[in-house]
C-alpha cells in the first residue's frame, strides 16, 4: 500500500464517527435521498442515488467496524479498499454531487448525506483523489490569496473604478469600521459592480466599512475539496484580518460555499467563536430596509424570478430575506415551483462548476433547473450567489436561454432612493 493511499485512507477512516455509524446503520433504502437529486432525476442512472456515492464508506464502516464485517474481512469474504476503488468513485463523490442538501432534507430517518459526502470527499482528497482544477485551486489559494491567483491588482483596481463610478470612498485596512466586506473571486473577476451597489447603499444607510488587503477573498475550496486543514487555513486567514481590523461584524458576499465556510462551518475549525458577527449581505441589506435605513424608488417591471442558491438559504436559513427585497423593487416578482427551500441546484457548486470533467453531466442534471425555469417564462433570474450567477449565465448560453442574470445586490442598488 502506497503512503497517499494509506494517509487517504486515514483520513476516511478517521470521519468514521457515531453519526456516520448510525446513518449507515438506519438508512432504509428508501430511495428518496435519489428523486431528490438532480443528478438522478435527470439520468435515473442508479450510481447517483445520494446514499450510493457513500458505499465506498459503508464498505469501510461495515468491513472495519461491524462484528460481520471483520469476521467477512478475516475471511476474505470482503475486499480492502483499493486506490482503483477510490479512483473508480471519484467522478461520482465530485461530478455527481453539488452537496446542495436537497437529499439530506427529504430523508425520513434524518441522515446528513451532505456531510457524509464531505467526508468521503476527506478520503479523496487525503488520497490525491480530486478534480485537476480543484487541487490547483486549493493550491493557488494555500500558496497566495485567492483561488485564481493574487488578485492584488484586480482587487485594487476594481475599488478604483467603483470610487471613480459612485464618487464615494472605499478604504482598505481602515480599523475600527462597522463591517469587513470579503469578496469571492468571481465577484472580482466578473461582477465588480457589487462594489459600487455596496458602497451606495452603506453611504446612505450610515454604515462605515472596509476591505482587507490582507484577506479579500471569501472563496473556500478546501470546503468543496474535502480538506479541512485547507478550510481551517483559509478560515483562519480572515478571522486573523477581522480581528485586527477590530470590527464588529464581517459581511460574507453573494457566494454560498463562502458562506457556508466562515459562518456556520469556520467556528468548528478554527476550535473557538468568533469575537465578531459573520452576516450575508443580503442579510444585512434586510436589516437596513426594516431599520428604515434601506429605501429605494421605483421597481423594475420586468417579469423577474428568483434563484435561491443551495448553500444560502436551505443549508443557510437565508429564505425570506431575499423576497422581501424582492418586493422593493420587482414589480412583477414570480415565483417558480420549488422555490425556496426546497428550490433546485444550478449544477454548479460544490466544486463541480469548475470541474470540466463534469461539464457534459452537469449540463444534463441542468435540464431540471431549466424545467423549473421554463414554467414560469421570465425575463430576467435574480440571486444572490455570484457562482450560481455564473453557472446560470453559461448554462443558459448552452441551451440557448436568451435570459439575463442579475445579482440581487445591485438590483437593490439600481433603485436606491438617494433623495430619501
Request: with cysteine; net charge negative.
Given at each position: ?60 464502516w461495515s468491513r472495519e467496524f461491524t462484528l460481520l464485517g471483520r469476521i467477512g ?287 457534459p453531466l452537469r449540463n444534463i442534471a441542468f435540464k431540471r433547473k431549466k424545467a423549473?425555469i421554463d414554467k414560469v417564462n421570465p425575463d430576467a433570474i435574480v440571486t444572490m ?36
Amino acid at each position: 500500500m502506497s503512503a497517499t493511499l494509506e494517509r487517504g485512507l486515514n483520513a476516511l477512516r478517521e470521519q468514521i464517527d457515531a453519526p456516520v455509524a448510525s446513518f449507515f446503520t438506519s438508512c432504509v433504502s428508501c430511495g428518496l435521498c435519489a428523486e431528490a437529486c438532480l443528478f438522478y432525476r435527470e439520468t435515473e442512472d442508479p450510481q447517483y442515488t445520494p446514499i450510493k456515492k457513500l458505499d465506498l464508506m459503508r464498505r469501510m464502516w461495515s468491513r472495519e467496524f461491524t462484528l460481520l464485517g471483520r469476521i467477512g474481512g478475516w475471511l476474505g469474504l470482503t475486499k480492502p479498499i483499493t486506490d482503483a476503488d477510490l479512483t473508480a468513485w471519484e467522478p461520482l463523490v465530485y461530478d455527481s454531487c453539488t452537496m446542495c442538501g436537497r437529499c439530506t432534507l427529504v430523508c425520513p430517518v434524518g441522515n446528513d448525506l451532505t456531510m457524509m459526502i464531505r467526508k468521503m470527499r476527506e478520503g479523496m482528497s487525503a488520497s490525491g483523489h480530486g478534480p485537476v482544477e480543484l487541487i490547483g485551486a486549493a493550491q493557488r489559494h494555500i500558496d497566495g490569496n485567492s483561488a485564481m491567483g493574487d488578485l492584488s491588482k484586480a482587487i485594487h483596481a476594481q475599488v478604483k473604478n467603483a470610487v471613480a463610478d459612485t464618487g464615494i470612498e472605499i478604504e482598505f485596512d481602515k480599523p475600527g469600521v462597522d463591517y469587513m466586506v470579503i469578496l469571492s473571486a468571481q465577484e472580482i473577476a466578473e461582477f465588480p459592480d457589487v462594489l459600487g451597489a455596496m458602497a451606495r447603499i452603506f453611504k446612505k444607510a450610515g454604515v462605515t466599512w472596509t476591505i482587507s488587503s490582507e484577506a479579500f477573498e471569501a472563496t473556500n475550496v478546501g470546503i468543496q475539496i474535502g480538506s479541512r486543514d485547507i478550510a481551517r487555513t483559509l478560515v483562519q486567514r480572515l478571522v486573523d484580518a477581522a480581528e485586527k481590523l477590530g470590527v464588529k461584524g464581517v459581511i460574507s458576499p453573494e457566494c454560498g460555499h463562502a458562506y457556508q465556510a466562515l459562518r456556520w462551518e469556520g467556528p468548528n475549525l478554527i476550535g473557538r467563536a468568533y469575537n465578531f458577527e459573520v452576516i450575508h449581505i443580503i442579510e444585512l441589506l434586510d436589516q437596513l430596509r426594516a431599520q428604515g435605513k434601506l429605501k429605494t424608488k421605483g421597481m423594475n417591471t420586468q417579469k423577474l424570478t428568483f434563484h435561491d442558491p443551495c448553500q444560502i438559504n436551505r443549508r443557510g436559513g437565508i429564505n425570506k430575506e431575499p423576497r422581501r427585497l424582492m418586493n422593493m423593487v420587482a414589480e412583477n416578482f414570480v415565483e417558480t415551483e420549488d422555490a425556496g427551500t426546497m428550490n433546485w441546484c444550478c449544477g454548479g457548486g460544490g466544486g463541480v462548476g469548475a470541474n470540466e470533467r463534469a461539464a457534459p453531466l452537469r449540463n444534463i442534471a441542468f435540464k431540471r433547473k431549466k424545467a423549473q425555469i421554463d414554467k414560469v417564462n421570465p425575463d430576467a433570474i435574480v440571486t444572490m450567489c455570484a457562482y450560481c450567477h455564473h453557472t446560470l449565465d453559461n448554462v443558459l448560453e448552452e441551451f440557448n436561454m436568451d435570459l439575463e442574470v442579475m445579482g440581487l445586490t445591485e438590483l437593490v442598488a439600481e433603485y436606491l432612493d438617494d433623495d430619501a
